[in-house]
């Protein structure tokens, strides 16, 4: 495993332990507070717009700080910004816990947000500065546990709730952050010069000139990231509803969608050592469109004729959300440029996928069927293709920064 020739011996066994209790808390907030929407509706009088804009803040909080973390890695370095990511996180999640009016939950969920936005764009340069030749592993390890972090919370939010209070339910998810910023906080304290941002030294090694949105390798990331995620809330808000109209009960609607976001472990578990051996992956996203395209036909037509088939093959093609976090570093040489990456991709791929539920719904309820929201989807399974051919092919984004340039 590579490290730092100056620093401790145990200090990579610090920095994965922080990447991983870190990845654990990338969605925390959201998946422990939209089980709870009826409570919190009752609680404080909010009806369903005021809950739709709750359930839309994540992928624009993402999208926003996104954008924003790599030029905050940039002033003060992958390790300080991994610190605030989880800082933030904690207390936007006892804020929230604390609050006694619409506006206060609102706050706490943005601060909480902002925290794991970050969070989700530090994350891979850190895995590339540290662990540079453990890529496959490192992400298989990060992203597993940031798919348990986001089934516990939704797993556990009700039955927490009924026994102590919904503020303890939301709340207590803020012991893991702070537990999440300790690796953090004790480097600062303890090695302090391992936190310290690399010099600057001119190359394509380090950071490049230019912007991301330069880059094709860039807008094939965040198509095929975007798309991906579309998809994903799309089916978390209606999958339930499409099942129950069609004849199927509220709780086999819940079973369905707890096993969509199950079959996310399996592509956290599978894709990245299968992505780092592959030269060019497009065969991968390729079978994630198909199995799209077979179960968006199946609940299209015959909903009910097999829905553990087509949730299954749903869930089996979003492994290219694992796979869009795995390239972020076979994509890049220096941490710098997994940065850039990281930001661009999140931060447009969130952008676009906050159309989908809303576009989805806005579809279904003018035509009063679900054939327009299906051709979407289908559409969006041909931006998938087209993101994925441009982000495989074999080759790095500080190439295409430099060919920009001249």
Same mark, same amino acid.
């Given at each position: 495993?590579?490290?730092?020739?100056?620093?401790?011996?145990?200090?990579?066994?610090?920095?994965?332990?922080?990447?991983?209790?870190?990845?654990?808390?990338?969605?925390?907030? =959201?998946?422990?507070?939209?089980?709870?929407?009826?409570?919190?509706?009752?609680?404080?009088?909010?009806?369903?717009?005021?809950?739709?804009?709750?359930?839309?803040?994540?992928?624009?909080?993402?999208?926003?700080?996104? =954008?924003?973390?790599?030029?905050?890695?940039?002033?003060?370095? !992958?390790?300080?910004?991994?610190?605030?990511?989880?800082?933030?996180?904690?207390?936007?999640?006892?804020?929230? @816990?604390?609050?006694?009016?619409?506006?206060?939950?609102?706050?706490?969920?943005?601060?909480?947000?902002?925290?794991?936005?970050?969070?989700?764009?530090?994350? /891979?340069?850190?895995?590339?500065?540290?662990? /540079? $030749?453990? =890529?496959?592993?490192?992400?298989?390890?990060?992203?597993?546990?940031?798919?348990?972090?986001?089934?516990?919370?939704?797993?556990?939010?009700?039955?927490?709730?009924?026994?102590?209070?919904?503020?303890?339910?939301?709340?207590?998810?803020?012991?893991?952050? =702070?537990?999440?910023?300790?690796?953090?906080?004790?480097?600062?304290?303890?090695?302090?010069?391992?936190?310290?941002?690399?010099?600057?030294?001119?190359? *394509?090694?380090?950071? *490049?000139?230019?912007?991301?949105?330069? @880059?094709?390798?860039?807008?094939?990331?965040?198509?095929?990231?975007?798309?991906?995620?579309?998809?994903?809330?799309?089916?978390?808000?209606?999958? /339930?509803?499409?099942?129950?109209?069609?004849?199927?009960?509220?709780?086999?609607?819940?079973?369905?969608?707890?096993?969509?976001?199950?079959?996310?472990?399996?592509?956290?578990?599978?894709?990245?050592?299968?992505?780092?051996?592959?030269?060019?992956?497009?065969?991968?996203?390729?079978?994630?469109?198909?199995?799209?395209?077979?179960?968006?036909?199946?609940?299209? !037509?015959?909903?009910?004729?097999?829905?553990?088939?087509?949730?299954?093959?749903?869930? !089996?093609?979003?492994?290219?959300?694992?796979?869009?976090?795995?390239?972020?570093?076979?994509?890049?040489? @220096?941490?710098?440029?997994?940065?850039?990456?990281?930001?661009?991709?999140?931060?447009?791929?969130?952008?676009?996928?906050?159309?989908?539920?809303?576009?989805?719904?806005?579809?279904?309820?003018?035509?009063?069927?679900?054939?327009?929201?299906?051709?979407?989807?289908?559409?969006?399974?041909?931006?998938?293709?087209?993101?994925?051919?441009?982000?495989?092919?074999?080759?790095?984004?500080? $190439?295409?920064?430099?060919?920009?340039?001249?």
């Amino acid at each position: 495993m590579t490290f730092r020739p100056t620093a401790p011996r145990l200090l990579p066994t610090l920095v994965l332990v922080g990447i991983a209790l870190s990845a654990f808390n990338l969605r925390t907030a =959201v998946t422990s507070l939209t089980p709870l929407l009826d409570v919190l509706g009752s609680a404080f009088g909010f009806g369903a717009a005021t809950a739709g804009l709750l359930g839309m803040l994540p992928t624009a909080a993402f999208a926003v700080f996104g =954008v924003a973390t790599p030029a905050l890695t940039r002033r003060i370095g !992958l390790e300080r910004t991994a610190l605030l990511a989880m800082s933030l996180a904690a207390a936007g999640l006892v804020v929230r @816990s604390l609050a006694q009016d619409v506006a206060v939950l609102a706050l706490g969920a943005v601060i909480a947000l902002a925290g794991m936005g970050i969070g989700n764009v530090v994350l /891979p340069p850190l895995v590339k500065r540290w662990f /540079p $030749d453990r =890529v496959g592993a490192v992400s298989t390890l990060y992203i597993t546990v940031l798919q348990l972090g986001t089934m516990l919370p939704a797993l556990l939010a009700v039955p927490v709730a009924d026994a102590l209070g919904w503020r303890i339910s939301m709340g207590a998810w803020a012991v893991t952050a =702070v537990a999440a910023a300790m690796p953090w906080l004790w480097m600062l304290l303890h090695h302090r010069d391992a936190l310290a941002a690399p010099a600057p030294v001119a190359g *394509p090694t380090t950071t *490049p000139p230019g912007r991301a949105s330069r @880059s094709p390798i860039a807008w094939g990331m965040a198509l095929m990231f975007g798309t991906t995620s579309l998809i994903t809330y799309a089916m978390f808000t209606w999958l /339930p509803l499409l099942l129950s109209q069609a004849g199927a009960s509220p709780a086999f609607g819940g079973a369905m969608l707890a096993m969509f976001a199950a079959f996310g472990l399996i592509g956290a578990l599978a894709m990245p050592s299968i992505a780092v051996r592959m030269r060019n992956p497009f065969v991968l996203v390729a079978l994630c469109a198909a199995c799209h395209v077979v179960a968006f036909t199946g609940l299209l !037509l015959a909903p009910l004729a097999a829905p553990v088939v087509w949730v299954m093959l749903i869930g !089996l093609g979003t492994c290219t959300f694992p796979l869009s976090l795995t390239l972020i570093n076979l994509r890049t040489r @220096s941490p710098a440029g997994s940065a850039a990456l990281s930001g661009f991709m999140q931060g447009v791929g969130y952008a676009l996928s906050c159309a989908g539920p809303l576009l989805f719904g806005v579809l279904h309820a003018a035509t009063g069927g679900w054939h327009w929201p299906f051709a979407m989807l289908y559409l969006v399974v041909g931006l998938l293709l087209t993101g994925g051919w441009l982000a495989c092919q074999p080759r790095v984004l500080e $190439d295409s920064w430099h060919r920009a340039e001249r």
